[in-house]
């Protein structure tokens, strides 16, 4: 079982960048590695996804001002966001799925306030 801890939220002004990390218990060479967002009243959604051989895949809302990368051997991933938005207003929760099993684990989330 793996468990994820966000880090990296809190408020942000409008067209600052935004930085998150998730640190895994242990090791994600063989997990896909995403980010995911929920906002108020709203599903969650997907953000960004990583792949263990580094594929990377993004949301329309964020492509061209985002960037997802893993480090596997820190066991973390991160994500970056450009230009923030009020729409990026959400808590931001870090996904684990086993290539191998197909399990999948969930962070706890952090919040995103994007505001003046």
């Known amino acids: 079982q793996v468990q994820l801890a966000e880090s990296g939220g809190g408020l942000v002004y409008p067209g600052n960048s935004l930085g998150l990390s998730c640190a895994a218990s242990?090791?994600?060479?063989?997990?896909?590695m995403g980010w995911f967002r929920q906002a108020p009243g709203k599903q969650r959604e997907l953000v960004a996804t990583?792949?263990?051989?580094?594929?990377?895949n993004y949301a329309d809302s964020v492509k061209g001002r985002s960037t997802v990368y893993r480090d596997d051997a820190k066991n973390t991933v991160y994500l970056n966001l450009d230009r923030v938005e009020p729409e990026d207003t959400a808590v931001y929760y870090c996904?684990?799925?086993?290539?191998?099993?197909?399990?999948?684990?969930w962070g706890r989330g952090t919040q995103v306030t994007v505001s003046p």
């Open positions: 996904n684990a799925r086993s290539v191998v099993s197909g399990n999948e684990y």
């Open positions: 242990g090791g994600i060479s063989t997990y896909t």
């Open positions: 990583v792949t263990f051989r580094g594929n990377r």
